[in-house]
């Protein structure tokens, strides 16, 4: 009943004692100290008491053996002095004589033996004897014993031998000297003097003077016959010493003692010593543990000072530095790295938590960037399993991140798993690969670039898909070619309009010159020709304005624009490739004005028609036929309309034809731009673009425009007056500078000059020009240059400067000459543009 | 071997063709003596006797005489046995002693037991006779210590040697030789100034002999044996004149060859032996030197060394078978008894018109003790003639 609590008390306290050691090094370091200390004290201490008490027994044992010895020396000196008195006795007259005298016996032999036997050391008995071992005398008042055919009396009185024998008699061993003797008539033993020597009566003297020792006399030969008058058993301690009495030393004397004489020292010794070693332990222990206590209970103090140094945001605080031990040390030690990092800038340490911080926001950054990201990002295992998804890969597949995760991958790409099988084993092959795909969502196909970059976490294969739309991209692209485009047709315009402009100069001037000299002088004919020519050059000059507007919409401020002319420049663009397979209707009408940039709206209409082409039929069957037409609405908008009887936009497609890159044209034949591209601008201007299909029958778009306000200052000027005064031409073509010279000639002088440098020398005399025609893009001189240079001569001279130019080929240069405030006039020149120019910087 | 000398004798005597068993006389003899010839004297005595009484035809009708022999060695235990073992025996009709009282002495409670009668040449102590028992089976032809005290002090009287030293042994002889001096000085000038006992082995008894001297000793009286006697004469031979006295001895100093065991010696001191017979020339001694002679080769007296045991056992054996003759049996009470009855025998050592009677067992008497010297042959002659 009792032990169960017991036993639950023992082992809370056995466990609290293990807690208790295992939270303390020192503890630890005691136990083992103490423990090995432990077992090398009980080591030692067995070692020592088994040397010790195999010393002391040696010891023991070689005492009693010298006592042994001592003991059978004595013996034999007490029996060898009575022997040796019996053998002398042997001799003596009265015993020799009590062999042949009766008489005697009683008178001498008897007084004789009684006195040798009463001076002896021991109580001996004397006897002599016949030759048949009959008593002749004896010193014993009452001897009871006879001698008498005992059968070792022919030896001594036949064979004259001497004989001792050792008997047990009834007090103990008795030791029996036959000494023969020798009759002095005969010189042969005629009887035998016998001393009986009891030798227990010997060892009991030893035995009286050591009470605890135990003697007897043994004969190994007849162990059955022991010989002592005392028991040796196996509590004694025994020694044995030969007794070399009588010759034949078979005789033993045999000394015991028992253990506890012997050995008690020695257990006294050994309980002595355990008990010192106890001891010795148990304060080596409760010191120990005190020390340990201490020990511990300073590192204990220590540890939670430093805790508290450690947590305390309170500058200053210190831990207890007592004594100078290790404990001390350590404390003083914790003093000083307390000291050197309170030392330690609270800069640093900010820029640490600065830095920290920023490295933690950068991480959450990463993840948000990642989550954030625009290109929709997707780990997948090897199996094709979707293991992560960010956020802009949910958006793409259109279900929440967290669904998308084990779906399988490939299904974002409508592409089975034999698909990814393929595009797997590449992966693992190249490491890298980048496909491009296509995303169909809600009716919408967007063109991604996605890259799988193959990497191994942990032994497990996987690949990180980066999915990225790329419909800006490819809009960019698309811009990017236009502007090339733009650049080219700059170029080609430029390169073309410094040619046409003497072209259709020097026409103007002959037409003029016939017309002049003689009215309808000039065959029909003839004329005719001229004035064909001078509409095909223009018809050139206008292409090429056309593809200059093309090629750079949007540039520039809004203005005022007639969209019927926008759409006559369009069909003039583009009607070359309709009009080979359609037939073109034009209905335009006059309509407001609206606000555009240049060419914007020129662009959407080159695409309409462009459209409108492709989307014919010819081999159809059916007529194929492109109407424009353009009209004010009744709500005040203009309304253009591109019309053909082209195969139609088929229904699924239909809401997807104003998104960029859509398209359904071959590669090659269109960009995918196109619609986008126009219902951007049209959205932009404020418009609407729409359509109207029916698939294999045509379609229509309309495009509605706000009509822009009611014009201000758009009051066409009048013809210009043909220029009069002095005119210098500045230009490095002479062609164009002759050409020039023939048109203006009629009503101006005219001088050119091919070389600006020259031009500026002749400038800086007089006579003065009234107008300097300067070419834009010379070679070294460009325009604006010419004219800072003649600013820096003669200011008054330099306003009256006008530019003239076959297209900027740069941004800068025509931003320069936009600066100057001087007026422009393109090549080929406009005859009332070039008067109404010159007729701004002439002097007044 | 004896014995079967005995027996050859007896047939060679002509005995009847179916031999009778012989009559055993025991010889009880201190064989095994070193010095001893008493025993050698004895058996030829005794011998001689056998001889000549089987040569007449034995006893009891043609039953030869023999004898048999035991040796005690002049030690009485083993007399004693040796007495035991002969009266065991059925036709042994006596025993003849040696010269050792003691062993007599000692021999005495088992012959009176048994009724062995025990005839003694020469153990000279009273007590071998005087020992009370009767009938007394003890008998003696030989001198009695008693009788040698008085012839002693008689002869020391005689030359004026009053003064008297004694060595005694240290055994029941000496001190019956002490009791008949003392009883023999009584009455007569001569004093015992000073008496020695020895044992028996003494190697020397100059310190004795001195301290007789000291105490007056004119003469010393050895109460000895022939080695004590050959020792004495030896010392004394070795002494200044001035420091000899006479030595008178007991008989016992004839139980050895003295003459040999002295050597030149014993001429140089004065010695007087008592003795009981001397050879002095008589036809029977004749008779008896021839057949000792004849049977133990022995020549002349010399050769005898102790002439009165020979002569005392001779004439012993003799009165022995007459006795058993008398008796008519080997019945040794009857022996016992004739040997108080016997008639005149006309022996070696005396003529005996009674040897014994119940009354005395002595054959001799004190006046047939006399003194004698050795002469130079070594043989001892009587002093006084």
């Known amino acids: 009943?009792?032990?169960?609590?017991?036993?639950?008390?023992?082992?809370?306290?056995?466990?609290?004692?293990?807690?208790?050691?295992?939270?303390?090094?020192?503890?630890?370091?005691?136990?083992?100290?103490?423990?090995?200390?432990?077992?090398?004290?009980?080591?030692?201490?067995?070692?020592?008491?088994?040397?010790?008490?195999?010393?002391?027994?040696?010891?023991?044992?070689?005492?009693?053996?010298?006592?042994?010895?001592?003991?059978?020396?004595?013996?034999?000196?007490?029996?060898?002095?009575?022997?040796?008195?019996?053998?002398?006795?042997?001799?003596?007259?009265?015993?020799?004589?009590?062999?042949?005298?009766?008489?005697?016996?009683?008178?001498?032999?008897?007084?004789?033996?009684?006195?040798?036997?009463?001076?002896?050391?021991?109580?001996?008995?004397?006897?002599?004897?016949?030759?048949?071992?009959?008593?002749?005398?004896?010193?014993?008042?009452?001897?009871?014993?006879?001698?008498?055919?005992?059968?070792?009396?022919?030896?001594?009185?036949?064979?004259?031998?001497?004989?001792?024998?050792?008997?047990?008699?009834?007090?103990?061993?008795?030791?029996?000297?036959?000494?023969?003797?020798?009759?002095?008539?005969?010189?042969?033993?005629e009887g035998a003097l016998v001393v009986e020597i009891p030798l227990g009566a010997i060892l009991a003297k030893f035995r009286d003077r050591r009470p605890n020792q135990v003697l007897e006399l043994v004969d190994p030969e007849e162990p059955g016959r022991p010989t002592g008058a005392a028991t040796l058993d196996d509590s004694l301690v025994v020694v044995e010493h030969r007794l070399t009495l009588g010759g034949d030393g078979r005789l033993r004397l045999r000394l015991g003692l028992p253990h506890e004489v012997a050995f008690g020292g020695l257990h006294r010794f050994a309980?002595?010593?355990?008990?010192?070693?106890?001891?010795?332990?148990?304060?080596?222990?409760?010191?120990?543990?005190?020390?340990?206590?201490?020990?511990?209970?300073?590192?204990?103090?220590?540890?939670?000072?430093?805790?508290?140094?450690?947590?305390?945001?309170?500058?200053?605080?210190?831990?207890?530095?007592?004594?100078?031990?290790?404990?001390?040390?350590?404390?003083?030690?914790?003093?000083?790295?307390?000291?050197?990092?309170?030392?330690?800038?609270?800069?640093?340490?900010?820029?640490?938590?600065?830095?920290?911080?920023?490295?933690?926001?950068?991480?959450?950054?990463?993840?948000?960037?990642?989550?954030?990201?625009?290109?929709?990002?997707?780990?997948?295992?090897?199996?094709?399993?979707?293991?992560?998804?960010?956020?802009?890969?949910?958006?793409?597949?259109?279900?929440?991140?967290?669904?998308?995760?084990?779906?399988?991958?490939?299904?974002?790409?409508?592409?089975?798993?034999?698909?990814?099988?393929?595009?797997?084993?590449?992966?693992?092959?190249?490491?890298?690969?980048?496909?491009?795909?296509?995303?169909?969502?809600?009716?919408?196909?967007?063109?991604?670039?996605?890259?799988?970059?193959?990497?191994?976490?942990?032994?497990e294969e996987h690949c990180i898909a980066t999915v990225r739309d790329v419909r800006e991209q490819l809009r960019a692209e698309a811009t990017e070619r236009l502007a090339s485009l733009g650049t080219l047709a700059a170029g080609v315009a430029h390169e073309i309009n410094n040619p046409l402009a003497y072209v259709l100069g020097n026409l103007s001037f002959v037409r003029d010159s016939l017309q002049g000299a003689a009215e309808g002088g000039l065959p029909e004919e003839e004329r005719r020709a001229l004035v064909e020519a001078i509409h095909g050059a223009e018809r050139v000059r206008d292409v090429v304005r056309s593809l200059r507007a093309y090629s750079r919409p949007g540039q520039g401020p809004p203005m005022r624009v007639d969209v019927a002319a926008e759409l006559s420049g369009a069909l003039k663009l583009v009607g070359n490739t309709i009009r080979h397979h359609a037939r073109v209707v034009e209905q335009l009408e006059e309509v407001p004005a609206v606000l555009a940039r240049p060419n914007e709206l020129g662009q959407v209409f080159v695409n309409l028609l462009v459209n409108a082409g492709q989307a014919l039929r010819p081999d159809s069957g059916r007529e194929c036929e492109i109407s424009v037409r353009c009209h004010a609405t009744p709500d005040g908008r203009v309304a253009v309309e591109v019309s053909d009887t082209g195969v139609g936009i088929p229904l699924e497609v239909q809401p997807h034809i104003f998104e960029p890159f859509f398209t359904t044209k071959a590669v090659g034949d269109g960009t995918g731009l196109g619609l986008s591209i126009c219902h951007g601008i049209v959205t932009r201007l404020g418009g609407t673009i729409g359509f109207e299909s029916e698939p294999g029958k045509g379609t229509r778009f309309t495009v509605l425009l706000p009509a822009a306000g009611p014009v201000v200052t758009a009051e066409r000027s009048p013809r210009a007056e043909a220029p009069r005064g002095r005119i210098l031409v500045v230009d490095d073509d002479p062609a164009v500078t002759r050409a020039l010279a023939r048109v203006l000639g009629r009503t101006a002088e005219v001088s050119v000059e091919t070389d600006p440098e020259r031009a500026l020398g002749r400038l800086a005399q007089p006579p003065f020009p009234d107008a300097i025609l300067c070419d834009v893009m010379m070679p070294g001189v460009t325009g604006p240059i010419f004219l800072e240079r003649l600013r820096a001569t003669d200011a008054a001279l330099a306003r009256r400067v006008v530019f003239i130019t076959g297209g900027a080929i740069s941004e800068t240069i025509s931003s320069a000459v936009a600066a100057t405030g001087q007026p422009c006039v393109e090549k080929p020149p406009d005859p009332d543009a070039l008067a109404r120019a010159i007729a701004s910087v002439r002097p007044a | 071997m004896l014995l079967i000398l005995a027996i050859v004798a007896a047939v060679a005597a002509g005995a009847p063709a179916e031999p009778a068993r012989p009559v055993l006389i025991g010889l009880d003899l201190e064989i095994g003596h070193k010095t001893s010839t008493s025993d050698d004297a004895i058996r030829r005595g005794v011998l001689v006797a056998v001889d000549e009484i089987n040569r007449a035809g034995g006893v009891l009708g043609g039953r030869p005489l023999a004898v048999v022999e035991r040796d005690h060695r002049s030690v009485p235990a083993r007399g004693v046995e040796n007495i035991k073992e002969l009266a065991a025996m059925p036709d042994l009709v006596a025993v003849l002693c040696g010269k050792f009282s003691p062993v007599v002495i000692e021999e005495l409670p088992v012959l009176h037991q048994l009724e062995l009668p025990l005839l003694s040449p020469w153990a000279a102590s009273d007590g071998v006779i005087d020992h009370g028992r009767t009938p007394s089976y003890t008998f003696r032809l030989s001198l009695r210590d008693s009788w040698v005290a008085r012839a002693v002090v008689r002869r020391a009287s005689e030359h004026g040697l009053r003064r008297l030293g004694v060595l005694l042994p240290n055994t029941e002889w000496g001190r019956s030789n002490k009791a008949a001096l003392a009883e023999a000085t009584r009455g007569t000038p001569v004093k015992v100034v000073g008496e020695r006992w020895y044992n028996w082995g003494?190697?020397?008894?100059?310190?004795?002999?001195?301290?007789?001297?000291?105490?007056?000793?004119?003469?010393?009286?050895?109460?000895?044996?022939?080695?004590?006697?050959?020792?004495?004469?030896?010392?004394?031979?070795?002494?200044?004149?001035?420091?000899?006295?006479?030595?008178?001895?007991?008989?016992?100093?004839?139980?050895?060859?003295?003459?040999?065991?002295?050597?030149?010696?014993?001429?140089?001191?004065?010695?007087?032996?008592?003795?009981?017979?001397?050879?002095?020339?008589?036809?029977?001694?004749?008779?008896?030197?021839?057949?000792?002679?004849?049977?133990?080769?022995?020549?002349?007296?010399?050769?005898?060394?102790?002439?009165?045991?020979?002569?005392?056992?001779?004439?012993?054996?003799?009165?022995?078978?007459?006795?058993?003759?008398?008796?008519?049996?080997?019945?040794?009470?009857?022996?016992?008894?004739?040997?108080?009855?016997?008639?005149?025998?006309?022996?070696?050592?005396?003529?005996?018109?009674?040897?014994?009677?119940?009354?005395?067992?002595?054959?001799?008497?004190?006046?047939?003790?006399?003194?004698?010297?050795?002469?130079?042959?070594?043989l001892l002659e009587p002093a006084d003639r």
């Open chain 1, 1 to 189: 009943v009792t032990v169960g609590p017991a036993l639950r008390w023992l082992e809370e306290r056995l466990r609290a004692q293990r807690a208790w050691f295992e939270r303390s090094a020192f503890r630890k370091l005691l136990a083992a100290t103490l423990g090995l200390a432990l077992v090398l004290a009980g080591v030692m201490t067995l070692g020592g008491f088994l040397v010790a008490r195999r010393v002391i027994q040696q010891s023991v044992l070689s005492e009693l053996s010298a006592r042994a010895e001592l003991a059978t020396r004595e013996l034999e000196l007490t029996v060898g002095g009575v022997m040796d008195s019996a053998r002398a006795l042997a001799r003596n007259g009265i015993v020799t004589g009590a062999l042949v005298d009766s008489q005697g016996r009683e008178l001498y032999l008897l007084p004789l033996l009684r006195d040798m036997a009463s001076v002896a050391p021991v109580p001996i008995h004397l006897a002599v004897v016949d030759y048949r071992g009959r008593t002749l005398g004896c010193s014993l008042h009452q001897h009871e014993g006879s001698f008498a055919e005992a059968p070792w009396i022919p030896s001594v009185t036949e064979r004259g031998e001497t004989r001792i024998d050792v008997e047990r008699g009834p007090d103990g061993a008795v030791l029996r000297f036959a000494q023969p003797v020798i009759f002095p008539g005969t010189g042969r033993p």
């Open chain 1, 271 to 459: 309980i002595a010593t355990l008990l010192g070693v106890m001891l010795a332990v148990v304060i080596v222990l409760l010191v120990g543990w005190r020390l340990a206590m201490r020990l511990t209970a300073g590192v204990r103090e220590l540890s939670l000072a430093v805790v508290d140094a450690a947590v305390s945001e309170r500058p200053g605080i210190r831990v207890p530095a007592r004594g100078e031990d290790e404990v001390g040390a350590l404390g003083a030690a914790f003093n000083a790295l307390l000291a050197r990092l309170e030392a330690v800038s609270a800069a640093q340490l900010a820029e640490q938590v600065e830095r920290r911080q920023g490295a933690e926001r950068a991480l959450l950054l990463a993840r948000e960037a990642v989550e954030q990201a625009v290109e929709a990002i997707e780990v997948v295992d090897s199996e094709g399993r979707v293991a992560f998804s960010n956020g802009a890969a949910a958006r793409l597949r259109g279900v929440p991140a967290d669904a998308a995760v084990g779906r399988r991958w490939e299904e974002l790409f409508d592409r089975d798993g034999e698909w990814w099988s393929g595009v797997w084993r590449r992966l693992r092959g190249e490491r890298s690969v980048v496909l491009p795909l296509r995303i169909h969502r809600d009716g919408e196909t967007i063109p991604v670039a996605v890259t799988l970059v193959y990497f191994e976490l942990d032994g």
């Open chain 2, 202 to 378: 003494e190697p020397s008894f100059l310190g004795e002999y001195d301290a007789l001297l000291a105490d007056g000793a004119q003469a010393i009286f050895l109460v000895g044996n022939e080695s004590e006697a050959a020792i004495l004469i030896r010392e004394l031979a070795a002494l200044p004149p001035a420091r000899q006295r006479p030595i008178l001895a007991h008989h016992g100093v004839m139980g050895g060859d003295l003459a040999t065991m002295a050597g030149e010696d014993l001429r140089k001191v004065d010695l007087s032996v008592i003795q009981p017979f001397f050879f002095t020339g008589r036809p029977i001694e004749r008779h008896v030197l021839e057949a000792a002679r004849t049977l133990f080769g022995v020549h002349g007296r010399r050769q005898l060394p102790s002439p009165a045991g020979f002569a005392a056992a001779y004439d012993l054996t003799h009165l022995l078978a007459r006795a058993v003759q008398k008796a008519g049996s080997t019945q040794r009470p009857a022996v016992r008894d004739a040997l108080e009855r016997l008639g005149p025998y006309d022996g070696l050592v005396k003529r005996l018109e009674h040897p014994f009677t119940p009354e005395r067992h002595e054959a001799l008497s004190p006046d047939d003790l006399h003194f004698g010297r050795f002469n130079a042959a070594g």
